[in-house]
């Protein structure tokens, strides 16, 4: 198993940046996927951005391309999301997520393809 604790989410201003994180323990060996997933209330969670083991497979929903990346610090077993140009639709619960995933035909942003979630971290950008 993998546990997943997230932290770094803040109010802000738009224009402003974040760079919340996510630091895994138990397995993360176990996984070949890390992400970022966020959710607004009444809507479906959506895909933000993953990234592979080895850090060499990147991907990004296409709004926050060019102002979001996702990064991973392998000794220290964590996973970053720096969040520049902040938006006000960026608003949301974003969620860390670990799994055991099939990359193909867009495997990554589909919220059942993870095992592991976070207790997820608000972002509010004013």
């Known amino acids: 198993h993998v546990q997943l604790v997230e932290s770094g989410g803040e109010s802000v201003q738009a224009g402003e940046s974040l760079n919340p994180s996510c630091i895994a323990s138990g397995k993360p060996n176990s996984v070949n996927a890390w992400g970022w997933f966020r959710q607004v209330p009444g809507k479906e969670r959506e895909a933000v951005a993953a990234?592979?083991?080895?850090?060499?497979?990147?991907f990004y929903v296409d709004s926050v391309k060019g102002r979001f990346t996702i990064s991973r610090d392998n000794a220290r077993n964590t996973v970053y999301l720096q969040m520049n140009s902040l938006k006000p639709e960026d608003t949301a619960m974003y969620y860390c997520?670990?799994?055991?995933?099939?990359?193909?035909?867009?495997?990554?942003?589909?919220?059942?393809?993870?095992?592991?979630w976070g207790q997820g971290t608000q972002v509010t950008v004013s």
């Open positions: 997520v670990a799994g055991l995933i099939g990359w193909s035909g867009g495997g990554w942003s589909r919220a059942n393809a993870y095992q592991y």
């Open positions: 990234i592979s083991n080895g850090g060499i497979s990147l």
